[in-house]
């Protein structure tokens, strides 16, 4: 009965997340199937899957890649509380190699166990999650690039970042990034 009601908490509030995050102008082109977007993801997600098979298992590093959440690690527009099949691959290629899997979301902290949740139903494991901080009002890039930074005191190297808005990527404190397609910023 538990599992059930968390089940419906986290369906709650990734619709409220994920309507949200839905929302795009009248004026912005059609948004492609989901058939089209994942097989998009993929040619993005298998280089970065070929990156990670030259550079880990990392000798001498605590090796760590980061994900992004809505629209690269769960398909929040096209299956709200689905993962994102290829992304699911690279955390679980990552953890398979000695990488530790972090997420940072620009959610609010106040769904971070609601968020974590869904996560672990679909099949992520990771070592952290970084959320919006209450009453946190920075710009997405600065929040996603000083949660980089504290990983980085923590004494890992981010070997690979994930996302698919240039917010989650800028800012350095990565190795490498791979961009999943947003195409011209509505799956922001």
Known sequence: MRTLSLRILV???AAAVATGAAATPASAAALPSRATWLAD??????QAAAYLDT??????????IVLDIDNTALQSRYQPYDATPGVLALARQARADGASVFF???RPEIIEAATELNLSIVGYRWTDLYARPTFDFSDNQTLKTKARTDIEKR?????ANIGNSATDLGGGHAERTFKLPDYDGQLD
């Open 41 to 46: 993801v993929q040619a993005v997600t298998d």
């Open 104 to 106: 940072i979301t620009a």
């Open 11 to 13: 369906t709650t509030v």
């Open 55 to 64: 550079r880990l298992p990392a000798t001498g590093v605590k090796a760590a």
């Open 155 to 159: 004494g890992y190297t981010i070997v």
